[in-house]
């Protein structure tokens, strides 16, 4: 690969790391805007699918003549907020001690940027004559951070993103494929009680008592799951939210917590809430009076496996064996990505996660990515590229 495609990854990551996309509380306006002007600048054409309040998925394709499936470079465009606590200007995408630093550099903007170098180097390829055997789309998204995911959604229903696609998103990865992730569900418990004064306490239902027995039952049931999976490990309950009462005085007639499921294979959504509204309902047996809803907080995100002994996983695991010297081995992740969703939503066996950075950069302050890693990641997403479009 060229070694000025190498360096300009580094600055085309700088460049969009000061595009502020925070979401919730901004837009990917400017993320849009300098997307689409590199893709166009490539002499691409470039689609805008209109997803929620002038937030737009961006989709460029170089298309072959052949009817072979695409290699989609799935990406998305925002970023968690700021936040708190950082020692740096979260947007100056200073360069120090041999690393990037700024909210997005890892999740995921160094990845979305190698992603286009590798775009831009085929098309290089492409204008010297080499001819474009399968199609290479790049389609960039909107809303990842939350937890409807509508970007990647309306890539699925519009056709962006099909079955038979190869997909790839550049989320942090330490540059080893990815090819499975735990299903992730987001779910909220309302419980429901009777006010009385706490000198009576009799004539009242607790709420937040019922709600405190259910979190001790969910602890216990995380604990009793012992099934482990090969590539994904246990299922996780997590009590992330907890509000609940009005006065010191009063017995509280409502309480409210948000439960975060990790859940592995078998185990399905439906699955997942029955247990949580089995363990609130048995909960509430005790505090006579109280009783229990649950509501879905998120799209459903069931787990994913791919195949890498699909012919687009084959052609991968050959570019990146002909780079780094050895071939991918089947790996999981916790967290989940649009890739994922696009799987669950498709059906496709053939969805991937690759790119520069680690998961325990991202989200908190002082997010970085690794410059030799990030110019490596344009190596490895170019040889894919190439021998995906060429061979």
Known sequence: MDS?????????TRELVRLRSENPGGTEA?????????????GLDVQRDEVIDGRQNITA????????????FLNHMDTVPAGEGWTRDPFSAEVSGGKLWGRGACDMKGGLAAALIAVKSLKARLDRGAKLRRPIRTCLVVDEECQWMQGVSKAVDIGRITKEDVVISCEPTGLELKTAQKGAMWFELLFSGRSAHAATPQLGANAIQAAARTLVQLEELA?????THDLLGKTTIVTSVIRGGSKINIVPDSCRIEVDVRFIPPLSIPEVSAFLLDAAEEACKDVPGAS???????????????????SGGKIISEAIAGITGAPPRPAGVSYYTDAGLAAARTGNSQCFLLGPGNIGQAHGPDEYVEVEELRMSAVILAGITEKYALT
């Not at 000025?4 to 085309?12: A, F, P, Q």
């Not at 400017?30 to 490539?42: H, I, K, P, S, V």
């Not at 604990?223 to 099934?227: A, I, L, N, P, V």
């Open 4 to 12: 000025k495609l190498i360096d300009e990854t580094v600055s085309l």
């Open 30 to 42: 400017d993320m849009m805007e300098r997307t689409e002007a590199f893709l166009r600048g490539l």
């Open 61 to 72: 394709e170089l298309s072959a003549s052949s009817t072979a499936p695409a290699l989609v």
């Open 223 to 227: 604990t009793s799951m012992d099934t």
């Open 292 to 310: 229990a809803t649950l509501r879905t907080l998120s799209v459903d995100r069931p787990p994913v496996l791919s195949d890498l002994r699909g």
